[in-house]
């Protein structure tokens, strides 16, 4: 497996806030719009929406396919209002989408489309159906869906959120996140407000209207396109969120949704990153108990505590003299720490982080700053793409802040750093990001049910670093209808990634409608 392509394309940021960071012509018939909002007032989410005759000419517009420059696929642009409660029939402004489809392979009758997203928030989901979903799922259910993707608002594509040039980006993720002064808190703090500035300097408009309510909207103005009478759906990581949040939304219209590596929406900012801190730290013991059967482990041949300890004199080591890694840039703390975590998402990227931590210990950094950049989606001539831009957008609109100050994140120390000793500082204070936001968040912690839905399968992985398996649980028991899909195992969702029980059960689910049963393990 091609590490540095899951990096980029499911390796996204989960977390709520922090540094650290899924054959029918456009032409064909929309289902009606009538039913597509809570006419008038607000959605299920308390969002004001527009009456539904105000929002049918966007179910009823045509999407003008054309070649994308990769073969086999089509791309088209979307409208979209850009706030739901003012769309164009009242003066509001319109935002463009953009959405990629492969038509459905055969042989087979055609089921409809497939829609893909494989989270962030903040990845391209155009990216991921491009790179692997369309190309790597199996062929039998690439042969019975058009492959389809949207880029959510913000993200990519579709009027992306930007905030800092690549010369201060690379300011921002090399900045202390472990201050151990009152220097380093300042310079902390100060790095958090340009970033927030940056954002409503570049992208103010949109900030407001970036949220996950929205998007989820977005979805089914697609499904009502494309001529699809129920929505059909493989959510990854925070593509589980959205995914729920549309079949709370719209339980009436949900097909067969499969949720691969859940996001609790009922737990808070605050919850969330110590949740994902401690998942991180279950992830690394899980990785050093691999590595001290390996002949080249960098942290000797101790149990996890020992391990742990190595890894955070490292870590200390590297925040005090920084290490070359052959560019302007050194390998310090923060970047050294933002690598390790990037390998946690996948076990098959775990030699290749033994590789690298050994390399930075005898004075070359270049591993573990690749896999950083690789993280934070950094281009090699020195620009990032928008996945940390977009992905603090949206989590900041989501939920309210982690942290209202510093001296709160003082008293929050204790609980990340009994969650994980080696990450728990750095998360804490990476939880700081949404204090500074300019947009105050729209969105709230609260349950997602979907009353009434069909059944909607939801993936687990007990050992999976960024969306701990606790999260999975709860969602399963929360929605109406949810099945708890469970795989015994390492690495960040659970889909196409090797386990034949979990693909069978999964396949069979989205190609016959026959949802596993509920507690099933792999």
């Not at 086999?72 to 935002?95: N, S, V």
Request: overall charge neutral.
């Amino acid at each position: 497996m091609d590490t540095r392509r899951l990096l980029r394309t499911t390796g996204t940021v989960i977390a709520a806030a922090g540094m650290l960071v899924s054959g029918c012509s456009s032409g064909g018939k929309a289902t009606g719009a009538s039913a597509s909002a809570h006419s008038p007032g607000a959605d299920t989410a308390g969002t004001a929406v527009a009456p539904a005759a105000e929002l049918a000419p966007y179910y009823s517009q045509k999407l003008s396919w054309r070649a994308c420059g990769v073969p086999g696929f089509e791309c088209a642009t979307m409208k979209a209002p850009l706030d739901y409660a003012r769309p164009a029939a009242k003066g509001g402004k319109d935002i463009d989408l953009a959405v990629a489809r492969k038509k459905a392979t055969g042989p087979g009758a055609r089921l409809g489309s497939l829609l893909v997203n494989p989270g962030g928030p903040g990845g391209s989901a155009i990216g991921y159906l491009q790179a692997y979903a369309g190309i790597g799922y199996p062929a039998p259910v690439r042969a019975r869906y058009d492959m389809v993707a949207v880029d959510p608002r913000g993200v990519a594509r579709s009027a992306p959120v930007q905030c800092l040039s690549g010369p201060a980006m690379d300011a921002y993720t090399q900045v202390d996140q472990t201050p151990d002064s009152q220097a380093e808190r300042a310079a902390l703090v100060a790095e958090f407000k340009k970033f927030a500035a940056g954002c409503e300097q570049k992208s103010g408009a949109v900030l407001p209207h970036v949220s996950t309510v929205e998007a989820a909207r977005d979805m089914d103005l697609l499904r009502g396109v494309l001529g699809d009478e129920k929505l059909h759906y493989v959510g990854a990581s925070y593509g589980t969120f959205l995914g729920a949040t549309y079949a709370d939304l719209f339980p009436d219209r949900v097909g067969r949704l499969v949720l691969d590596g859940a996001m609790d929406p009922s737990r808070s900012a605050l919850d969330l990153n110590r949740d994902q801190t401690e998942g991180f730290e279950t992830a690394l013991r899980s990785f050093a108990k691999d590595c001290a059967t390996q002949p080249d482990c960098p942290l000797g041949t101790g149990g996890p505590d020992e391990q742990a300890r190595k890894l955070k004199e490292f870590f200390a080591q590297v925040d005090a003299q920084p290490v070359p890694t052959g560019q302007s840039r050194k390998l310090g703390e923060a970047l050294a720490t933002t690598g390790v975590i990037a390998a946690m998402y996948d076990e098959s990227a775990w030699p290749r982080l033994r590789d690298a931590i050994a390399s930075a210990k005898e004075g070359n950094g270049a591993g573990l700053l690749a896999l950083a950049d690789e993280y934070y989606e950094r281009d090699p001539n020195g620009s990032y793409q928008n996945l940390m831009f977009a992905n603090a957008a949206v989590n900041c609109l989501d939920l309210p802040p982690a942290f209202k100050d510093p001296q709160d994140v003082d008293a929050a120390l204790p609980s990340f750093e009994k969650a994980s000793p080696v990450f728990g500082a750095g998360l804490a204070w990476a939880s700081l990001n949404c204090t500074y936001w300019p947009v105050k968040a729209t969105g709230a912690a609260h349950r997602l049910t979907a009353k009434g839905a069909a059944p909607i399968v939801v993936v687990g992985t007990t050992r999976d670093p960024a969306t701990p398996y606790k999260w999975a649980q709860s969602l399963a028991g929360q929605l109406d209808s949810g099945v708890l899909l469970t795989y015994d195992g390492d690495g960040h969702t659970a889909y196409g990634r090797g386990s034949d029980c979990i693909d069978t059960a999964i396949n069979r689910y989205l190609l016959e409608g026959t949802a596993p049963a509920d507690g099933k393990r792999c």
